[in-house]
Nanobody, 125 residues
């Protein structure tokens, strides 16, 4: 079983950048497909980005494509989300998630069996 802890959130002005980290413990993160999701107040949780076990495949929501980059360092047991050109509509709680299955339908929350507690990202205009 893997435990996930996110960090790196905070308050940033529009146009700024943040890098979120998701540190895994309990099992090596290389065993998992990983994803980032976000949930804004009053809205449903939405997929942000996903990455395969080796990092050879990635997926992004259309709303973040070209601005966000997901990556992983299996040696450090950590997955990252680099967020550039942030917009006020990116404000949300960002959570990482792990799936022990293959890289199939990574946009679907149901494939992920493990979730972190989340980190708040607030983008001011």
């Amino acid at each position: 079983q893997v435990q996930l802890v996110e960090s790196g959130g905070g308050l940033v002005q529009a146009g700024g950048s943040l890098r979120l980290s998701c540190a895994a413990s309990g099992r090596t993160v290389s065993s998992y497909t990983m994803g980032w999701f976000r949930q804004a107040p009053g809205k449903e949780r939405e997929f942000v980005a996903g990455i395969s076990r080796t990092g050879s495949m990635t997926s992004y929501a259309d709303s973040v494509k070209g601005r966000f980059t997901i990556s992983r360092d299996n040696a450090k047991n950590t997955v990252y989300l680099q967020m550039n050109s942030l917009k006020p509509e990116d404000t949300a709680v960002y959570s990482c998630a792990a799936s022990s299955g293959p890289y199939y339908r990574p946009t679907e929350p149901s494939i992920y069996g493990y979730w972190g507690q989340g980190t708040q990202v607030t983008v001011s205009s």
